[in-house]
């Protein structure tokens, strides 16, 4: 059975002090690997996509990297603003045009100032 | 990347009606996809809603009580039907214009009692 489980469940910072999350998969035919951020009553925001293990992507003080097995979001120097759910969810290989994404419970990160 | 709209924001519904959630996208787009999300829990696949054709539901979801519209290219609908308090959650709509990335509007929060 495909599983996302997504660590730690919460995770709170100091302002300036970085850290990663980490999202590892049980996935046969990973197709792709995405991250969303969600904030309280949103919908989630899209973040980045990551296709092949080594892949790296960075967006401001976000950086997303690939494995075979798990994908890290690590987050440089975090600001109150960058507190958020943070989500990361799979799509698999399974034949035709379908695009079902499972997903990870997430990650609560607090960034206190 | 689209942007989605979804109405009500929220609502309060008493046990054995039903509420449809409408969800309408700027641009046409490929796929449109309807997910819950329970406190606690991870976003879960309902149903892809296919244009012109019939629903694709997930495991343990059913038509009878969730029935999915898609009209078009830029609209589709959710029915929650024949409501119980556990089904109580956020609704999600979600598209995608032909890739697997998908873009979520904010979702609809229904509370049954």
């Known amino acids: 059975e495909d599983q996302v489980t997504q660590s730690p469940e919460a995770l709170r910072l100091q302002e300036g002090e970085s850290s990663s999350l980490n999202c590892s998969y049980t996935?046969?035919?990973?197709?792709?690997l995405f991250w969303y951020r969600q904030d309280p009553g949103k919908g989630p925001e899209f973040l980045f996509t990551l296709y092949s293990a080594g892949e790296e992507k960075e967006k401001e003080r976000l950086k997303a990297t690939l494995t075979k097995k798990e994908s890290f979001l690590h987050i440089t120097a975090p600001k109150p603003e960058d507190s958020a759910t943070y989500l990361c969810?799979?799509?698999?290989?399974?034949?035709?045009?379908?695009?079902?994404?499972?997903f990870g419970k997430g990650t609560l990160l607090t960034v206190n100032p | 990347s689209a942007v989605i709209s979804q109405k009500p924001s929220r609502d309060i519904c008493q046990r054995g009606t039903s509420l449809t959630i409408q969800c309408q996208v700027d641009?046409?787009?490929?796929?449109m996809f309807w997910y819950r999300q329970q406190p606690g829990q991870s976003l879960t696949l309902i149903a892809t809603?296919?244009?012109?054709?019939?629903?694709?539901?997930e495991s343990g979801f059913v038509i009878d009580k969730f029935p999915i519209s898609r009209p078009n290219l830029t609209f589709s609908t959710l029915t929650v039907s024949n409501m119980s308090p556990e089904d109580s959650s956020i609704y999600l709509c979600s598209s995608s214009g032909g890739g697997p990335t998908q873009y979520f509007g904010p979702g609809t929060r229904l509370l049954v009692l």
């Open positions: 641009s046409q787009v490929t796929m």
């Open positions: 809603a296919n244009q012109g054709s019939e629903a694709t539901y």
């Open positions: 969810a799979v799509h698999k290989n399974s034949g035709g045009s379908n695009y079902k994404l499972t």
């Open positions: 996935v046969s035919g990973l197709r792709g």
